[in-house]
Nanobody
Framework: QVQLVESGGGLVQPGGSLRLSCAAS????????MGWYRQAPGKQRELVAR???????NYADSVKGRFTMSRDNGKNTVYLQMNVLKPEDTAVYYC???????????????WGQGTQVTVSS
């Protein structure tokens, strides 16, 4: 019984900023890599950024230099600071976590419900 909840989406003008949060809760034993994905209407879901357990992020080329991903392991939470937003960033943003619920359980991917980000004048 794991839940990932995203927040922070909304409507912003081009060049503006938003910060997304994703908090994982429930029966979690350990969390590994976490990531942010996005899906625009009519498009395939794509990786935006991911971060290792140690806090090392990696980014899609389209967001490098504009987005920053971070994590707080004590809170089981990741963040995505989005700056210099562009209309092409408009999408539903989903949080992903690879985790295990018990000491000897199976690792699996879990997904949040998504939060809408709209960049428009």
């Amino acid at each position: 019984q794991v839940q990932l909840v995203e927040s922070g989406g909304g409507l912003v003008q081009p060049g503006g900023s938003l910060r997304l949060s994703c908090a994982a809760s429930g029966s979690i034993f350990s969390i590994g890599v976490m990531g942010w994905y996005r899906q625009a209407p009519g498009k395939q879901r794509e990786l935006v950024a991911r971060i290792t357990t140690g806090g090392r992020p990696n980014y899609a080329d389209s967001v490098k230099g504009r987005f920053t991903m971070s994590r707080d392991n004590g809170k089981n939470t990741v963040y995505l600071q989005m700056n210099v937003l562009k209309p092409e960033d408009t999408a539903v943003y989903y949080c992903n976590a690879n985790l295990v619920t018990t000491r000897y359980g199976n690792w699996a991917d879990y997904w949040g419900q998504g939060t809408q980000v709209t960049v428009s004048s």
